[in-house]
Each structure stands twice: as structure tokens, then as C-alpha cells.
């Protein structure tokens, strides 16, 4: 069996020099984005009500040492964001609906969708309330899509959802060192 070299010489094109090389950025629908910072910036979970937005908020802000809120009403809103600086905020499905509010969320911090896992939450739903539920997914998930920046898949636990927001933000080696500096060690279900 003979061996060829493999000619890499047209891989790299071009070379440009970049100021702040080795800075981290994170980048949304082509938009530049400062580098996030949990002690100033805001995470803000959005979705259904009733589908777990309030508990991964939380786990978010525990995971990056925020401050946890929730906000329900939409005129509040404006006054709940700018007070808050390094908070991980649960968003009501009624601030959602709000065109100023979807904007000032996507104006004033990164936007995760907890995305909902439907069928599991449909399968353990009285008859009756189904079809409302329906109705609200197929009413509220075009507005999250419409605010988000990031989405969170369904079927993973409040505290895998934190861990996707900090690698999301860039903030996973950050909190991996002060973990490991901290004596903390995250396991999943089967204990690995």
C-alpha cells in the first residue's frame, strides 16, 4: 500500500492580518456582537409559558454567577432590562407578543428559544387542552424565531440547557477553569 502526499498548498489563500486575533466574539445572523460579558449582559429565555423557560433561566444564571428574573408583563419590560445587568431573564409568553418588547430583547442582550418538546408535553395533556396548546405554539413559536438569537433543542435538562447557553457565549473554558479551580464536577445521567 503506498502512501501519496497530500498537497495542502491551496488551502490557504489568503492570509490577513487581524487586529485582536486571539479575542473571542460571537456573531448572529451576520451582525458583529461584542464578546459577551455575564457581569454586564443579559441572557433572555424565551418561549411557551409552562414548558420550563423559568427553570432554565435560572440554571443559566447559576451556571455564570448572574442575577435570576422573570419578567411577565410586557410594559415592564423596559424598566426590568435596564435595571438589569447580568441577569439570566425568563420572558413571559405575553412579552412575546409585544413587537417593541421582541425588539428591545434582541436590542439589549442574546435571546435563547427554549424550543418546547411537544409531542412529550401533547402526551401527557388532558384531551381538552390540547388543541389550545396547538393554537399557542402555532401563535407564539413564529415570534420567538422572530426575537432569537440562539435555540435550545427540547429533551435536555435545565442544567444542559445552562451548559449550551455558556458554550453559545463563548464562556465554556471560562467556566470549566473556575470549576475545576472550585473543586465542581458536572456528571451526566450515567455518571460520566
Same mark, same amino acid.
Request: hydrophobic share 45%; charged share 30%.
Given at each position: 500500500m503506498s502512501k501519496?502526499?497530500? &498537497?495542502?498548498?491551496?488551502f490557504v489563500c489568503d492570509k490577513v492580518a487581524v487586529e485582536n486575533a486571539g479575542?473571542?466574539?460571537a456573531f448572529a445572523r451576520g451582525?458583529?456582537? !461584542?464578546?459577551?460579558?455575564?457581569?454586564s449582559d443579559c441572557v433572555f429565555c424565551i418561549g411557551l409559558d409552562g414548558t420550563g423557560v423559568d427553570r432554565v433561566a435560572a440554571a443559566v444564571a447559576d451556571r455564570l454567577g448572574m442575577q435570576f428574573l422573570t419578567v411577565? &408583563? !410586557?410594559?415592564?419590560?423596559?424598566?426590568?432590562?435596564t435595571a438589569?445587568?447580568?441577569?439570566? *431573564?425568563?420572558?413571559?409568553?405575553?412579552?412575546?407578543?409585544?413587537?417593541?418588547?421582541?425588539?428591545?430583547?434582541?436590542?439589549?442582550?442574546?435571546?435563547?428559544? *427554549?424550543m418546547p418538546d411537544i409531542p412529550e408535553l401533547v402526551r401527557h395533556m388532558p384531551e381538552a387542552a390540547?388543541?389550545?396548546?396547538?393554537?399557542?405554539?402555532?401563535? *407564539?413559536? !413564529?415570534?420567538?424565531?422572530?426575537?432569537?438569537d440562539f435555540m435550545l433543542q427540547p429533551e435536555r435538562t435545565p442544567g444542559?440547557?445552562?451548559?449550551?447557553?455558556?458554550?453559545?457565549?463563548?464562556?465554556?473554558g471560562?467556566? *470549566?477553569?473556575?470549576?475545576?479551580?472550585?473543586?465542581?464536577?458536572?456528571?451526566?445521567?450515567?455518571g460520566i
Open positions: 501519496e502526499k497530500f &498537497d495542502t498548498s491551496g479575542e473571542q466574539k451582525m458583529f456582537r !461584542p464578546v459577551f460579558n455575564a457581569a411577565q &408583563d !410586557p410594559g415592564l419590560l423596559m424598566n426590568d432590562i438589569a445587568q447580568g441577569a439570566a *431573564v425568563a420572558v413571559s409568553e405575553l412579552c412575546l407578543q409585544d413587537a417593541d418588547a421582541r425588539r428591545l430583547l434582541k436590542k439589549q442582550g442574546r435571546v435563547f428559544y *427554549v390540547r388543541e389550545d396548546f396547538i393554537t399557542r405554539v402555532h401563535a *407564539v413559536e !413564529p415570534l420567538c424565531f422572530e426575537a432569537l444542559q440547557q445552562a451548559a449550551c447557553v455558556a458554550e453559545a457565549l463563548g464562556l465554556c471560562l467556566q *470549566v477553569a473556575q470549576e475545576e479551580e472550585e473543586g465542581i464536577v458536572w456528571e451526566n445521567e450515567e
